[in-house]
Nanobody
Framework: VQLMESGGGSVQAGGSVRLSCEFS????????MRWYRQAPGKKREMVAAITTGGTSDYADFVEGRFTVSRDNARNMVYLQMNDLKFEDAAVYYC?????????WGQGNQVTVSG
């Protein structure tokens, strides 16, 4: 199983960005997926999760601003982030459980400017 993120970059506060995660190795439909983030000097924290059935869950700090989705046919998972705040700046990772452990993407930087 391999994960590769894309998207992100620099965005102004209040703006939007979409992160993509390409999943390969086994059919995406077999796995739940998560998005995490890690800001400098802080622990990695979960942002959003989506089950194989499409049920989503979010961290409290999301406050309705983010949407996680999946396209099993394309083996893609997305994180749409709207109304970005300065505190959303971080490296974002997609992740999935596999063989008793976790597989992570390489991470993608999101920078929020004023």
């Amino acid at each position: 199983v391999q994960l590769m993120e894309s998207g992100g970059g620099s965005v102004q506060a209040g703006g939007s960005v979409r992160l993509s995660c390409e999943f390969s190795g086994i059919p995406l439909k077999l796995n739940g997926m998560r998005w995490y983030r890690q800001a400098p000097g802080k622990k990695r924290e979960m942002v959003a999760a989506i089950t194989t059935g499409g049920t989503s869950d979010y961290a409290d700090f999301v406050e309705g601003r983010f949407t996680v989705s999946r396209d099993n046919a394309r083996n893609m998972v997305y994180l749409q982030m709207n109304d970005l705040k300065f505190e959303d700046a971080a490296v974002y990772y997609c992740a999935t459980g596999y063989n008793g452990g976790w597989r992570w993407g390489q991470g993608n930087q999101v920078t929020v400017s004023g």
